[in-house]
């Protein structure tokens, strides 16, 4: 079992950047494929990125290509998500999560998560 914990959230203009980290205790930390999620109010919660065990291989939705980077330090335990030209839209809380075997979007395939990190863009 793997126990996650977010942090780097925050209040950033518009255009602004931010970087969450999001810390991984419990079995060895390179079994896992890490995912980040996102909920906003009133929103379901919505795929971001995910990075392959040895961080080989990424995803992304659409709507951050190109503006935000997850990377993983396995050494550290610990997954990134680089988040740059912040929006408004941007604003949700942010979810770290880690699964066993192949990179997906869905969240449902994730078992574990964090308690998430706070990020709020304003205009």
């Known amino acids: 079992q793997v126990q996650l914990v977010e942090s780097g959230g925050g209040l950033v203009q518009a255009g602004g950047s931010l970087r969450l980290s999001c810390a991984a205790s419990g079995r060895t930390f390179s079994t896992y494929v890490m995912g980040w999620f996102r909920q906003a109010p009133g929103k379901e919660r919505e795929f971001v990125s995910a990075?392959?065990?040895?961080?080989?291989?990424?995803n992304y939705a659409d709507s951050m290509k190109g503006r935000f980077t997850i990377s993983r330090d396995n050494a550290k335990n610990t997954v990134y998500l680089q988040m740059n030209s912040l929006k408004p839209e941007d604003t949700a809380v942010y979810y770290c999560?880690?699964?066993?075997?192949?990179?997906?979007?869905?969240?449902?395939?994730?078992?574990?998560w964090g308690q998430g990190t706070q990020v709020t863009v304003s205009s």
């Open positions: 990075i392959s065990r040895y961080g080989s291989t990424t």
């Open positions: 999560a880690a699964k066993y075997g192949v990179m997906v979007v869905a969240d449902t395939a994730y078992g574990y």
